[in-house]
Nanobody, 126 residues
Framework: QLQLVESGGGLVQPGGSLRLSCAAS????????IGWFRQAPGKEREGVSC????????KYTESVEGRFTISRDNAKKAVYLQINGLKPEDTAVYSC???????????????????WGQGTQVTVTS
């Protein structure tokens, strides 16, 4: 059974950076598409980024394009989300999701992700 644990959130000023981690336990991540999602208070969950299980294909929602970078290290069973140029509107609980889909070279945040972590809070305020 795959379990996901997010970390790296915190309180930062606008313009700051954070590196979020999504760590897996139980199984390796290499056959999973991983997505990062966020949910702000009073808003629906939003897909932020995803990375394919093969070939390193990535996708970003338009509002984070150029500021967020997703990457994975299968040997460490982890996926990362580097967040730069943080804005107050980035404030949310960030969660990662996983979908077992080996050899998939593309991804979309609309996939039916099967496994979820509990999330890590990111707060951007001056």
């Amino acid at each position: 059974q795959l379990q996901l644990v997010e970390s790296g959130g915190g309180l930062v000023q606008p313009g700051g950076s954070l590196r979020l981690s999504c760590a897996a336990s139980g199984v390796t991540l290499e056959n999973y598409v991983i997505g990062w999602f966020r949910q702000a208070p009073g808003k629906e969950r939003e897909g932020v980024s995803c990375i394919s299980s093969a070939g390193g294909g990535t996708k970003y929602t338009e509002s984070v394009e150029g500021r967020f970078t997703i990457s994975r290290d299968n040997a460490k069973k982890a996926v990362y989300l580097q967040i730069n140029g943080l804005k107050p509107e980035d404030t949310a609980v960030y969660s990662c999701g996983a979908l077992w889909s080996p050899s998939l070279s593309v991804c979309t945040m609309l996939l039916p992700f099967q496994y979820w972590g509990q999330g890590t809070q990111v707060t951007v305020t001056s």
